[in-house]
């Protein structure tokens, strides 16, 4: 396959043009401007559209529209930015509005710096907004699935109607690994039984996310958890390594899930049964799966870039209180030593 | 009673208004006397007789006209406050034929949305922005607008506005009018029937632009809320075209419709053939990436003052590794000095998927000057190597490390091409590297790297070469 060495940012860039992005709206900000200045390189060239917005709300908002109009459109922030979208995304998740939101974190909170974190956890997997909605939130873990997860982060986002968020942190942003280009290109065509596109086959159509008289709106609202009812029935995905005969599971997801499989290794070699656990969809969170082990009589650490974000949705999903946890703040990395030690002393 | 009335709509309005439903479905939310009925109505009639209907798309905003979209037969999508000149971009930008009207009132696009508004109209926008200023807030029971006059009384200025406090009425029109890009900036009022005919050719002219494709036209209308401003029907009228018109005159302040040249945007690409030449994706690039746990790991930091080719020399690796058939991967550390100061990348190379892509414990330390070799010399691995530029001066290597200095600065300087020092380096790291890489995957990356100007390849083969040797 023919392949090149490709920075995860770029590779973002990479997935949404052959997914059939045609608008990208964005707003400076360290570690994700790559991927605003590589559509602005990219998108322009094959009569893609892109603006630089004048703020990250302006940005949302330009892709609420681009999506109302029934398009393919991607926005990238980082955690400050993303703060200042979550109006937005509220917005496009009461309208039921299909886009993709690519969030690589970074340290907080306030300014923080520009360091790789995980702790946009609970605003990307929880909502983030006002209003009970939730986003379907993709975790890759190489510069090879910041591309294909982008390209599937469309195909959910218009099967559901919902804001997707790539949730990835600085250091899948940065790095520089192989990426193999996808095969196919997808052309979009507009769905014209929402989509409001300035034509004849669309001018019926109304995009909004009010409703004054309230039994409407909590039909509305029904309407939506059925919907995230749904998700969680069928995308689930996770992925699990040497957890067949494991004793430990480690559960981490993104850059940290690397650096954990790394320590599984590591454990093993001391004849520790250890295993990796690693969530790809954060929402849908996979509860089942997780309790299955759990049944099993499994001990649990969480590895995140948090102050235990993920720790609360494994405890909840397996029921132990007893979840450990190994984490890093302010832009270092967990080190696969850190995770031994408490591998070791949970085993 | 209400049944039995017979509505003659304006053409472009709804026949009954399934969308407000309700007991009265012809009859509109608004108060009686309001600004708001009279402007949908102009801006429906105006739609059809320009026959832009199938295109039209309204934007309502937050205010008393959050349901325009109840009334007008055309496309609608309801905004966040502030932000409808956003959404309106984000719409036009896909679809080129799309006419935007952003209907806002004065809260919400001269307060919440003022950045929305003026960068929509600095960039040239393909919307028409209908202004309707009254004065006060409407739809949240009558707070103070940044158009509030100075002395008028509000629910959040019950003294009136107190200019020391509240600051002053805000000029949109005069405010755009400082822009270059908007084809047409006029203010108009809906007090009586004479200033309504003349809002109706504003509207025209407005709405024309768009049909015509040509750019951004912004008219405010000095409008009537009765029913806020407690006054009745002489009150209101008297209050707009003394009071307000006073603050804000009537005036057309540009109209450049007919020199102004159309927009028109070309269509998306989605071709896969398209993508690929963009990308520069050819089957050459093809590369068999070879599991083997034998192999042992690798991790090589290179650090040095930012323009020393630190992170490049990087990538020409990471390159030489991938060329090799290997795993690898590539990152940078920019820390807190990455402006002007040391910057560092890691490289990892091995035989199978690798785990973390920083390298804390390096194999082999590339060190461009004194402060990298301070920082990073003791993180070495026992048995590891450090390679750094002689410039740096007498080093003594960590115990059980190896420490050779190359004359990269020098060798670079003697082929006339400073910047080349990373080549050198290159290629004392290909010598003496021990990475379980072929010599000639090093070539390879460097080829690969000089891509764009072939004419430096063979100086930089030359270099490469002469940096080998010098640690031979």
């Known amino acids: 396959m023919p392949a090149q060495l490709v920075e995860g940012n770029s590779a973002v860039i990479v997935g949404a043009m052959y997914a059939g992005c045609d608008c990208f709206f964005g707003y400076p900000i360290t570690p994700a401007s790559e991927i605003l200045q590589e559509a602005s390189k990219y998108f322009p060239m094959i009569g893609r559209k892109f603006v630089q917005a004048e703020s990250e709300e302006a940005a949302i908002n330009m892709v609420y529209g681009a999506a109302a109009a029934g398009h393919r459109v991607l926005a990238a922030s980082s955690g400050p930015g993303m703060s200042l979208k979550q109006e937005g995304i509220s917005y496009i998740a009461g309208a039921e509005l299909p886009c993709v939101i690519v969030d690589i974190v970074r340290a907080g909170p306030g300014l923080g710096n520009i360091g790789p974190e995980q702790s946009d956890y609970n605003q990307a997997v929880k909502g983030g907004g006002h209003g009970s909605y939730k986003n379907i939130v993709l975790a890759p873990n190489s510069v090879q699935e910041m591309c294909d997860f982008t390209i599937k982060a469309f195909d959910l986002a218009f099967k559901y109607r919902n804001p997707v968020v790539i949730l990835a942190d600085g250091v899948l942003g940065h790095m520089i690994e192989p990426l193999e280009f996808p095969k196919t290109a997808i052309e979009h065509h507009i769905d014209t039984s929402w989509a409001v596109a300035g034509n004849e086959a669309t001018m019926k159509n109304l995009v909004t996310s009010i409703a004054l008289d309230f039994n409407e709106l909590e039909q509305h609202n029904v309407k939506l ?37 790394s320590a599984v290794d590591a454990a093993r070699k001391e004849g520790i049964k250890a295993g990796l656990f690693r969530p790809i969809t954060l929402f849908p969170f996979p509860w089942d799966e997780l309790k299955a082990l759990a049944d099993r009589g499994c001990s649990f650490i969480s590895v995140e870039m948090s ?22 703040y302010g832009g270092n990395l967990i080190e696969r030593d850190q995770i031994l030690d408490m591998i070791r002393e949970v085993a | 009673m209400a049944a039995k009335e017979k509505v003659i709509g304006p053409a472009g309005f709804y026949s009954i208004f399934e969308r407000k439903g309700g007991a009265a479905p012809t009859a509109t939310h608004y108060c009686p006397g309001c600004g708001h009925g009279i402007l949908h109505k102009i801006i429906a009639d105006t739609m059809m007789d320009l026959g832009i209907q199938d295109r039209c798309v309204l934007m309502s905003p937050v205010g008393c006209s959050v349901f325009a979209y109840y009334y007008i037969d055309c496309g609608h999508v309801q905004t966040a406050h502030g932000r409808a000149p956003a959404i309106a971009t984000g719409i036009s930008r896909a679809e080129d034929d799309a006419i935007l009207i952003s209907y806002q009132g004065d809260g919400d696009l001269a307060s919440i949305g003022l950045n929305e508004t003026v960068q929509a109209a600095n960039r040239g926008e393909k919307i028409t922005i209908f202004f309707v200023n009254n004065t006060v807030y409407g739809m949240t029971g009558g707070q103070m607008a940044p158009t509030t006059l100075v002395g008028e009384v509000t629910a959040t200025t019950p003294n009136g506005r107190d200019p020391r406090d509240a600051g002053y009425p805000i000029h949109m029109c005069e405010l755009l009018d400082t822009l270059k890009a908007p084809v047409y900036i006029e203010r108009v009022s809906l007090s009586n029937i004479n200033h309504i005919r003349k809002a109706r050719r504003a509207v025209r002219r407005a709405l024309e632009i768009q049909r015509d494709k040509k750019g951004y036209a ?4 000095l409008s009537p809320c009765p029913t806020i401003l407690r006054m009745d029907a002489k009150g209101i009228e008297r209050f707009i075209n003394e009071e307000m018109e006073r603050e804000f005159p009537l005036k057309r302040f540009r109209d450049r419709s007919v020199e102004a040249e159309p927009i028109e945007r070309r269509e998306s690409d989605f071709s896969k053939a398209s993508l690929d030449k963009a990308f520069g994706v050819s089957a050459s690039d093809s590369i068999e990436v070879v599991t083997n746990p034998e192999f042992v790991p690798k991790g090589v930091k290179i650090s040095g003052f930012g323009g020393q080719g630190v992170l490049s020399m990087g990538l020409a690796l990471a390159q030489a590794a991938y060329k090799a058939g290997r795993f690898v991967s590539w990152y940078p550390d920019y820390g807190p000095e990455q402006r002007g100061g040391t910057s560092n990348c890691s490289i990892v190379i091995s035989g199978e998927q690798i ?10 330390l590339v060190a461009f000057n004194r402060p990298s070799l301070d920082k990073f010399a003791t993180d070495v691995k026992k048995g590891g190597l450090i390679l750094y530029d002689a410039l740096a001066g007498a080093f003594k290597p960590p115990e059980g490390v190896r420490a050779i200095p190359v004359p990269a600065t020098d060798i670079a300087l003697g082929k006339g091409v400073e910047q080349a020092a990373n080549t050198a380096m290159f290629g004392a790291l290909m010598e003496a590297g021990n990475l379980g890489l072929p010599g000639e995957a090093f070539g390879r990356a460097l080829e690969r790297t000089f891509a764009k100007k072939p004419k430096l390849i063979p100086l930089n083969l030359e270099i490469l070469e002469t940096g080998a040797k010098s640690v031979r």
């Open chain 1, 225 to 261: 958890q059925a919907k995230y009812d749904r998700i969680q029935e069928n995308e689930v995905e996770r992925e699990e390594y040497r957890t067949e005969d494991a004793d430990v599971i480690l559960v981490s997801y993104g850059i940290s899930s690397r650096i954990a499989n």
């Open chain 1, 307 to 328: 102050n235990g974000q993920m720790r609360d949705d494994i405890r909840l999903a397996t029921g132990c209180k007893d979840v450990a946890l190994v984490s890093r």
């Open chain 2, 218 to 221: 912004f008219v405010e209308f």
């Open chain 2, 355 to 364: 785990g973390s892509p920083v390298v804390d414990e390096p194999d082999v």
